[in-house]
């Protein structure tokens, strides 16, 4: 099976939930002797390059019109270097880059395709996959028919792809950018910049919830908990409705799934919106003034109490310590 496997990158480094998605691939390589390869697009990749490589062949296509992430030119390279190198699997991360990028690319290609995979098996020498349904309450085993496949991937599901000893191939590929469509324009990106790591990639993600009344009281609280354990703020969809947090932060259904080691839930009522893009993490705390919110039925410690009083007892604690 010929894998190619979409890197999402900073252009210097491949992100941790392409890692995820290579370690996919990987996997399924190893069951059918397949072979994979890594694409990566945009612009002044030479570092980005040398990165991917030390984890498998890499494919670079590299335009000043894919400087930027525009999903109608993203979505026909990928589409045309598929075609091209006769992939039978195309695999990315479970993103909103993959949701924007990768499933445009699924509809060109015609192929079949399966977002949010957390498993997989071989079963009569056919690939099943198992996906979560109806915001988790169930998870599905699905067989796709078509070629070909296109599958996502959930980053917290599958362990990174290690290095290899050595790097391997890199190839540049040509671009004709004069055939790439044009009826998408990237005019900005509104984002906060922050130190702390995505809440995707992060081993303890903090969250807050309705609890917090404004954008002060969650960065002095979430945020501040968040930095003292070394990990990223998340935040709520009512937050994000609200105003008090941007949309970056957001874990849920509609927003970013995690599975870090610890999830703190601060003000959460655990909606099963949220619970779907959270519940999956190893250890859960809840704290939450209402001792019947279904955050405490996920939770592998709850505490009831307010967060303005729970909160900076706490962090005072891990200052003592």
């Known amino acids: 099976m010929q894998i190619l496997v979409i890197v999402e990158h900073d252009s210097q480094h491949v992100k941790l939930g392409s890692l995820s998605a290579a370690g996919f691939a990987n996997a399924v390589a190893a069951e059918t002797n397949g072979e994979v390869e890594l694409l990566a697009l945009g612009e002044n990749l030479t570092e980005l390059a040398e990165d991917a490589a030390r984890y498998a062949p890499v494919l670079i296509a590299e335009a000043a019109a894919l400087a930027q992430p ?14 091209d190198r006769g992939a039978d699997l195309i695999v990315a991360a479970s993103t ?5 990028i990768v499933a445009r690319a699924a509809g060109l290609l015609g192929g079949a395709m399966a977002s949010d995979v957390v498993g997989h098996e071989f079963r009569d020498g056919e690939l099943l996959l198992r996906r979560p349904m109806y915001a988790g309450a169930v998870t599905a085993t699905i067989q796709l028919h078509g070629a070909p496949k296109i599958v996502t991937v959930r980053p917290s599901a599958y362990d990174p792809a290690e290095p290899g000893n050595e790097p391997s191939a890199i190839t540049n590929l040509t671009v004709d950018e004069t055939a790439l469509p044009q009826q998408i324009e990237v005019v900005g990106l509104e984002s906060k910049a922050s130190s702390r790591p995505d809440v995707t990639e992060a081993r303890v993600v903090v969250s807050g919830g309705r609890a917090f009344k404004n954008t002060d009281d969650f960065e002095r609280l979430v945020g501040g908990l968040a930095d003292k ?7 709520s969809r009512t937050l994000v409705d609200a105003g008090i ?7 849920g259904q509609t927003g970013k799934i995690v599975a870090p080691e610890l999830y703190f839930a601060l003000g959460i009522s655990g909606a099963v919106q949220h619970l779907a893009g959270m519940k999956n993490s190893k250890v859960i705390v809840a704290v939450n003034n209402d001792p019947d919110a279904p955050i405490f039925e996920v939770a592998d410690y709850g505490l009831v109490g307010d967060v303005y009083d729970v909160v900076p007892k706490l962090m005072e604690r891990l200052d003592g310590d």
Not at 70 to 83: E, F, K, L, S, T
Not at 96 to 100: G, I, L, P, S, Y
């Open 96 to 100: 909103t880059f993959a949701k924007d």
């Open 70 to 83: 525009a999903a109608d030119r993203y979505a026909r390279v990928i589409a045309g270097v598929a075609q």
């Open 245 to 251: 947090t941007p949309n970056e932060l957001q874990v």
């Open 229 to 235: 354990l070394g990990g990223a703020a998340g935040s």
